[in-house]
């Protein structure tokens, strides 16, 4: 039997393609002193036992489930919508979800170091100002705050250690990077697979949903978008838990999780590049003393052809701290890319 008629969802469905950061191109002008939206302070629409059923797992049978289905989540993301923001931070952007006291939490690769300055971009589309708080590099969570004064719609975290395989959920963020007139972008599907680190789900993300929100059926936030693999399906979010776990080394502006000791160079990639695109140069490393920048791709390293960051990792662990290496790297320069080669000097984790 077929399970869901996706063309019965076309009112509030939606987007297909790669999470990430996308490359700021824009301007948005700053209002720092408008007025502050209004807390969400409506609960999520009531669940009847039929719906309760299905959104925990179950199949819709009838025609009459489908529009019940729908009705709930069109309900429900209205309000949603209010708080997941467009996050940018330097030259790229992602998105986000307010939760209490203005704290936003978001992928730790956008945040991609503590202290930054940021903006928001809310579902209205005024911007904010805030900061980059803490982030653990190895699940990619991160947290930023809004500094302004205001009453933020926010949402709740949810218990993402009560989620089960088969669960519907839903997807909210900024595919393709903010869109004025565009309000957040909505995806509906289910949970395939669940960790502690690591929550797989069908809700196919975009670039510019990394840091989104992933809700229950509730309306709370349960995990936070951060990458995909190669299948439209291998949609990978962290589970709002480690959040909670780690919340006052994240709120603090800690930075932790980066790999172990041994060769490297200092840079971070965006995890859903089929490139080794850089997203982050970090201070006094050998990629910074060498001329890397943000933005730029690596296509080799030390003579040997670079397909994305996994194997560019590779690379870098196989090479020798001191060594010396020709890296190659495309580079946007006055609207055109250029090949740039580079000079760098493998460095030592300890």
């Known amino acids: 039997m077929k399970l869901f008629d996706f063309s019965a969802w076309r009112a509030i469905a939606f987007g297909v393609a790669l999470a990430g950061l996308i490359p700021f191109s824009g301007a948005w002008a700053l209002a720092d002193d408008a007025p502050a939206a209004s807390a969400v302070e409506a609960p999520a629409p009531p669940l009847d036992e039929r719906l309760q059923k299905i959104f925990e797992g179950g199949a819709p049978e009838t025609l009459a489930d489908l529009r019940a289905m729908q009705d709930h989540v069109l309900r429900l993301t209205e309000q949603l919508q ?50 980059s708080l803490g982030l653990d590099v190895g699940i990619d969570s991160g947290l930023m705050q809004i500094t302004g004064e205001g009453d933020w719609p926010e949402v709740e975290m949810g218990d993402s250690s009560q989620l089960r395989k088969g669960q519907w959920v839903l ?6 990077g903010f869109e004025t007139g565009r309000r957040p972008v909505l995806r509906m599907g289910r949970i395939l697979d669940i960790d502690d680190d690591v929550i797989q789900t069908d809700c196919t993300l975009v670039g510019g949903d990394s840091g989104g929100p992933l809700f229950d059926m509730q309306g709370r936030v349960i995990a936070i978008h951060s990458r995909i693999g190669g299948p439209l399906t291998a949609n990978i979010h962290v589970p709002i838990a480690t959040y909670k776990e780690t919340w006052e080394r994240l709120a603090a502006g800690e930075s932790w999780g980066f790999p172990g000791s041994g060769p490297y160079i200092g840079v971070m990639g965006d995890p859903d590049s089929q490139e080794a695109r850089i997203v982050e140069v970090y201070p006094d490393t050998p990629a910074e003393e060498a001329g890397i920048e943000v933005g730029d791709v690596i296509v080799k390293f030390d003579g040997r052809e670079v ?26 320069v006055d609207g055109q890319e250029m090949s740039v080669r580079l000079t760098l000097e493998v460095g030592r984790r300890e």
């Not at 997807?171 to 393709?176: E, M, N, S, T, V």
């Open 171 to 176: 997807a909210l963020g900024h595919p393709g």
């Open 307 to 332: 397909a994305d960051f996994a194997s560019l990792a590779r690379l870098v662990q196989a090479s020798r701290p001191g060594e010396e290496v020709e890296v190659e790297v495309l580079r946007q």
């Open 82 to 131: 209010k708080s997941t923001v467009g996050v940018r931070v330097g030259p790229a952007h992602g998105s986000g979800v307010i939760i209490e006291d203005g704290y936003v939490l978001t992928a730790g690769h956008v945040i991609g170091a503590p202290n930054r300055d940021a903006v928001f971009i809310l579902h209205d589309g005024r911007t904010v100002r805030g900061k």
